[in-house]
């Protein structure tokens, strides 16, 4: 049976990548994380994509990744967290899946960022927090239009139990 994709969005550092992965292996699915593979297409970090070729160049490889994977089923794909910034972007994952927006507080969220230093280079800034919180209100209406999983306080298990309820069957 063929299956829609389940595509888990929402801000740097919101836990995507680890629930998809959860997700992916409770579901018996393929997992893709489009920052990984970017990177692995591009032999290089999105740190040094940034660096060398600009924060426009990284886009369009995202939007082409997008329209690759909109062409295909059964994913749980997890989005670099400015991904579904573009609606066209939106428009072609939601064709054949169904999105989902992870949610943290801008505290968690510069919490989880500084364990994993100079890998955003969007927040590579003398105040990320003011940042974080600034991209966050330029983001709102982006990640407000999806169901939202707040993420504060809940483990793995419990996030991955919340999120198979709020997943609609198809046929
Ligand atoms: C970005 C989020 C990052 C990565 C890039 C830009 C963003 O992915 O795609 O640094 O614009 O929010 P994560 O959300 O996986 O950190």
Redesign the pocket.
């Known amino acids: 049976m063929n299956k829609k994709n389940i595509i888990l969005t ?4 919101t836990g ?2 680890s629930l998809g992965q959860l997700l992916a292996q409770k579901l018996h699915t393929e997992f893709i994380d ?2 990984q593979l970017i990177e692995e297409r591009a032999g290089k970090s ?1 740190t040094a994509i ?1 660096q060398d070729e600009g924060e426009a160049s ?1 886009r369009r490889q ?1 939007a082409a990744l997008v329209q690759e994977l909109a062409e295909r089923q059964n994913l749980v794909i ?6 579904l ?1 573009k609606p066209e972007n939106v428009s072609a994952l939601q064709r054949n899946g169904q999105i989902f927006c992870l949610v943290a507080t801008p505290e968690e969220i510069l919490d989880r960022i500084s364990q994993q230093p100079g ?4 927040l590579a800034n003398p105040d990320p927090l003011q940042k974080i919180s600034e ?1 966050l209100k330029q983001r709102a209406a982006t990640y407000e239009q999806f169901p939202r999983i707040s993420t504060s306080g809940r483990s793995p298990e419990q996030l991955l139990e919340i999120l198979l309820r709020k997943i609609i069957p198809h046929d």
Not at 78 to 83: D, I, K, M, S
Not at 119 to 122: A, F, G, K, Q
Request: hydrophobic share 40%; proline share 4%; net charge neutral.
């Open positions: 929402g801000f740097m550092g995507k990548s489009t920052d999105i940034f990284f995202e997890a989005t670099g967290g400015g991904l910034l890998t955003r280079p969007l991209l």
